[in-house]
């Protein structure tokens, strides 16, 4: 049974830098990918980013591409999100989750996740 823990958020202003981190436990991760999600006050769960364990292809959504950075250390099952230029827009609950056995088509999906973690605020001021 995967486990996930995110740590890492915050309060920040805008413009700063932040990195989650989120560890995982339980089976091998090499058929799986990880991925950032995130969840801003009534609105639904939105994709972030995702990595695929075996090949480290990375995917982004249109909204931090150039800002955020995914990665991923192989010895310590952790996966870091490097967040830089915060915007107030990117205020949220994020979310780090496993997808086994995933496919391009379903890694920017929610539900086609397995497992997630308990999440980690990130609030940015203005």
């Known amino acids: 049974q995967v486990q996930l823990v995110e740590s890492g958020g915050g309060l920040v202003q805008a413009g700063a830098t932040l990195r989650l981190s989120c560890e995982g436990s339980?089976?091998?991760?090499?058929?799986?990918?990880m991925g950032w999600f995130r969840q801003a006050p009534g609105k639904e769960r939105e994709f972030v980013a995702a990595?695929?364990?075996?090949?480290?292809?990375?995917y982004y959504s249109d909204s931090v591409k150039g800002r955020f950075t995914i990665s991923k250390n192989n010895a310590k099952s952790t996966i870091y999100l490097q967040m830089n230029n915060l915007k107030p827009e990117d205020t949220a609950v994020y979310y780090c989750?496993?997808?086994?056995?995933?496919?391009?088509?379903?890694?920017?999906?929610?539900?086609?996740?397995?497992?997630w973690g308990q999440g980690t605020q990130v609030t940015v001021s203005s």
């Open positions: 989750a496993a997808q086994r056995r995933p496919t391009v088509q379903a890694i920017r999906v929610p539900s086609e996740y397995d497992a």
């Open positions: 990595i695929t364990w075996s090949t480290g292809t990375t």
């Open positions: 339980g089976p091998p991760f090499s058929s799986y990918a």
